[in-house]
């Protein structure tokens, strides 16, 4: 059924309701507006205006903006029509708020792509999507289509990613997944702060050094392997972080013999008298007189990597953060990594929930750690799976 979007004052129409079939007909075949939106994306990414002046011709650059402004306004109305879904009729909203996500990510990241192509800013890294994705990598057949089109240079993180919107939490949001990049810095240090008690906002524990909370749970992971570090931003910024290690032991040895050295001048050691310390003196303690981590051979052996995740509230619940996890679990698969583990409290059932959905399961450790819960995922089950199902549809003769 159509419904009346009160703040826009437009109803759903069928030709409207027409295209949104086109968009998601089935998870490999596309209706024919679908197909055609995607046919004029990869004629622009193939033929940009660059490439054009090197062959020296002088009219496919015209005829290149001219079908870059042709690409905007269809843009243009599947931006429309999904936002006059976000009406009264609720259920349909929310059935489809997943899909509409991931293509609206994906056509804005082309729109902004092809901006750059225009001022010549094409030259950064890309975003490390396995070309056979899980199921909840791509929430969406068109979606995916689209982001498979773009080139490395496309994935990119600047300012565009910061629109100033009134309510970033409305539920029309555009979210994205990409790499971490050094601007992103100060953002993930805040966000790391903003869930430091206990999963709210610490910013009271630590009013003379913000950043030391950063310095112990983020800093690292961005100095050893920022390869491995995902953003996921919406219109208002940067809302959650993904940060990850191939090989856990060696981390570990770089953080205790080129990290903490520069913590230990950055911050002074709190003094003798404990009960004059505070949450800074706790965390400057770490670092000058830190426990020695030794990795026990049940994660060492068959989950030598790990990650750590965070999220602002306004990016929870929205369904997210599987592909934020994903992009560095896909990420430790490519670099040869056996597996992964990481670490929640016993009480956090929501999280607890979440990850064993994405197939994590609880860790036996030698000693049970007090409240703490090891989850582990093994890459190398998933790859002996995916070759006996090969090997069952493809018999060799």
Known sequence: SSGINAEYGDSVTMEDLCLLCDMFYLPYQHGSRAVELLQELNWLVNFNPDRCLEKEDTTLPTEWTRKAEQFRLKCGV???????????NRSLHYEIHPYVTEVQSALYRAK?????????????????????????????????????????EAFKGDEIHKRPVENPSAATCVYFVRPYCEADQEDLYKICLLNSDNGQDGTHLFPDHPDIIGDRGVGPYLEFAPELSYVLTDDAGVCGYVLGVVDTQSFYEDVYTKWLPRMCEKYAAPGPDKSTWNSTSEVANGFHNPPKVIIPECLSGPYPSHI??????????????????????????????????????????????????????????????????????????????????????????
């Open 112 to 152: 902004a792509f092809i901006s750059r192509i225009e001022k010549k800013e094409c030259n950064f890294p890309r975003l490390d999507i396995p070309r056979d994705p899980e199921p909840w990598v791509f929430q969406g057949g068109f979606g995916a289509e689209l982001t498979r089109i773009l080139p490395p």
């Open 308 to 397: 750590k995740f965070n999220l602002l509230p306004r990016a929870q619940g929205k369904g997210m953060g599987e592909s934020l996890i994903t992009c560095v679990l896909e990420s430790l698969k490519n670099r040869g990594s056996r597996g992964v583990h990481l670490d929640i409290s016993p009480d956090d059932i929501r999280y607890l929930n979440f990850y064993t959905s994405l197939g994590f399961k609880e860790i036996t450790m030698p000693t049970q750690p007090l409240n703490q819960v090891f989850l582990g995922k093994p890459f190398l089950e998933e790859s002996e799976d995916k070759q006996k199902i090969s090997e069952a549809e493809f018999p060799q003769s």
């Open 78 to 88: 599947i931006d429309t029509l999904f936002t006059k879904i976000d009406g009264p």
